[in-house]
Structure formats: structure tokens, C-alpha cells
């Protein structure tokens, strides 16, 4: 059975800090796809990364970047520089290649201090 | 482009009735899934619509259904609702038929309150 595990319910930093976000998964398939969801106060959900189960390599996107290691199973997320407006739940996800069955964990509630 | 939205967005049901929640994905988008959200479950797969076909289902009773139209709008329906279904609904379309290459995009939500 697939499963996405974010270890940390609630992060509060203070602007300008730095704050990695952890998410270990659990699945059985060699193919398979994590993302990075963002949840604002507003409610929708906001795609922010996808990475394939071939691709290791880590990717820095503005202030954002990804450490994915397929030996620990884990798909870490970091924001550089926190600001104000990143305040939101992060979700961590796991799919597999028959479509958009998105195994979703638990949310991690980042609040970002002035 | 419009986004995907969701109709209605708030709704109050009491128990024992049933309810059913509209979605109308980005045009052109032909994959709709469907979300439950909720503060003790937290966000759970409940199914994948594409091309008016079930693709993907997850672990729900049988109490919830959907189904897509021709047009790639959907509804999913919820019977004999219970407390327990008092939840966020959130639907989400993708274009292509890979989740490698493709995004999901999310609707803003269905707040269900069953009383």
C-alpha cells in the first residue's frame, strides 16, 4: 500500500529564516510520481512540484527547492528566505502511473512570523 | 482561462439525505478526481473521471458515486449522508492522460456540513 508521511504538523519561523518541510513515503511501485502541494487560507490547492521516481535530481526554483533521495524514500522541500505570504499546508504526495490517484499526507501547517 | 469551479460552495445538509456537488473542470481538461478533506482524515482520494469513464477509485463505501458527462463536467453524489461526511470536497482536472506530464489543478472546495 502506498503511504506519505509528514513527520511535522506545524512550523512557525520567523520571516527570513530558512524551513525544510520532510515527507517520507512508503510504495511498492519502481514508477512513481511526489509532489508538492500548497494550501493558502484561501482553500485550493496549488501545485508547486513534480518529480518522477527516475529523476534524483534536485531542483532549486527561486526560493524554493527539493531534495528527493530514493534511499531514505524521502522528498524534502525547503523554502529559502521565508516570507510572509508562504504562510499555508503544505501537502506531500505520492501517484502512481494509472492515473491521478493521489495518495496525499497529512499536511504540514507552516507559519511564517513578520 | 477559467479555472476549475465548484458548485455550490457551501452547503447544509442533515442526515439521512443525500447531496450532490458539481464540478466543471478547465476547458479542455478531460481527468477529474475528486477530494474529501477533513481535519481528522485528512485529504483522501475518493475517484478519477476520465472521459466519462471511472479510472481510478479509492477506499469509499458505496455511498458516494460520481459521474462525468460528455462535456468532461461532473457530479458526485453522496446518499444517506452521516456526520462523519461533513467535509471539504474538492475536485481537480488534469489535461493529458499522464500524471508524468501533466498537472492537476484544484477548485476552490465544497463545504459540506451534514447537522
Known amino acids: 500500500a502506498q503511504k506519505v508521511t509528514q513527520a511535522q504538523t506545524e512550523i512557525s519561523v520567523v520571516e527570513k529564516e530558512d524551513v525544510t518541510l520532510d515527507c517520507v513515503y512508503e510504495?511498492?511501485?519502481?514508477?512513481?510520481?511526489l509532489f508538492w502541494y500548497k494550501q493558502p487560507p484561501s482553500g485550493e490547492l496549488v501545485f508547486l512540484i513534480r518529480r518522477n521516481s527516475f529523476d534524483e535530481q534536485n531542483e532549486i526554483s527561486g526560493r524554493y527547492s527539493w531534495n528527493f533521495q530514493k534511499s531514505t524514500s524521502s522528498f524534502n522541500f525547503t523554502i529559502t528566505a521565508s516570507q510572509v505570504v508562504d504562510s499555508a499546508v503544505y501537502f506531500c504526495?505520492?501517484?502512481?502511473?494509472?492515473?491521478?490517484?493521489?495518495?496525499f499526507g497529512a499536511g504540514t501547517r507552516l507559519f511564517v512570523k513578520a | 482561462k477559467a479555472g476549475v469551479t465548484q458548485t455550490p460552495r457551501y452547503l447544509i445538509k442533515t442526515r439521512g439525505q443525500q447531496v450532490t456537488l458539481s464540478c466543471s473542470p478547465i476547458s479542455g481538461h478531460r481527468s477529474v478526481s475528486w477530494y474529501q478533506q477533513t481535519p481528522g482524515q485528512g485529504l483522501q482520494f475518493l475517484f478519477e473521471y476520465f472521459s466519462e469513464t471511472q479510472r481510478n477509485k479509492g477506499n469509499f463505501p458505496g455511498r458516494f458515486s460520481g459521474r462525468q458527462f460528455s462535456n468532461s463536467r461532473s457530479e458526485m453524489n453522496v446518499s444517506t449522508l452521516e456526520l462523519g461526511d461533513s467535509a471539504l470536497y474538492l475536485c481537480?482536472?488534469?489535461?493529458?492522460?499522464?500524471?508524468?506530464?501533466?498537472?492537476?489543478?484544484f477548485g476552490p472546495g465544497t463545504r459540506l456540513t451534514v447537522l
Open positions: 481537480a482536472s488534469s489535461n493529458a492522460l499522464r500524471v508524468d506530464t501533466d498537472t492537476q489543478y
Open positions: 504526495a505520492l501517484s502512481d502511473t494509472g492515473g491521478f490517484k493521489t495518495i
Open positions: 510504495t511498492r511501485d519502481t514508477t512513481y510520481y
